[in-house]
């Protein structure tokens, strides 16, 4: 069935999430064969600084991650979750139920990866 659909799709969306540090963007990297830094977008297509984001701790969970090597896919970046982090958990469930409402196809999460990083 989703093959069905797949070519609908321009751009796949991967929230990914695991604890903070445990070396997420790493292994995008990894997957998007490249040892370049992602390049970040706001909700509105604007580019957001990485050096800002670095230096403040700025997180967002809308913000979309986007490797140049490989543009189809946009990944979204939880906070990690760290034992008692329910406020994060609470921000990520919410950003899935709003996406999985969408009618546009583009805008869903379609798929989530979790893992346990290095």
């Not at 796949?12 to 695991?18: E, S």
């Not at 009618?103 to 979790?114: E, M, N, P, S, V």
Request: charged content about 30%.
């Amino acid at each position: 069935k989703a093959r069905e659909h797949i070519d609908r799709i321009k751009r796949f969306r991967i929230l990914v999430m695991g604890r903070a540090n445990a070396g997420k963007t790493t292994i995008l990297q990894r997957v998007c064969n490249t040892t370049d830094e992602p390049e970040i977008f706001n909700g509105e297509g604007g580019k957001v600084c990485m050096v800002e984001c670095v230096q403040r701790g700025y997180h967002n969970i809308e913000d979309e991650l986007v490797f140049k090597s490989n543009e189809r896919f946009v990944f979204h970046d939880s906070c990690g979750f760290e034992a008692g982090s329910e406020g994060e958990f609470d921000v990520m469930k919410e950003v899935v139920m709003d996406r999985a409402k969408t009618t546009k196809l583009d805008k869903r999460i379609h798929a989530i990866w979790y893992g346990h990083y290095v």
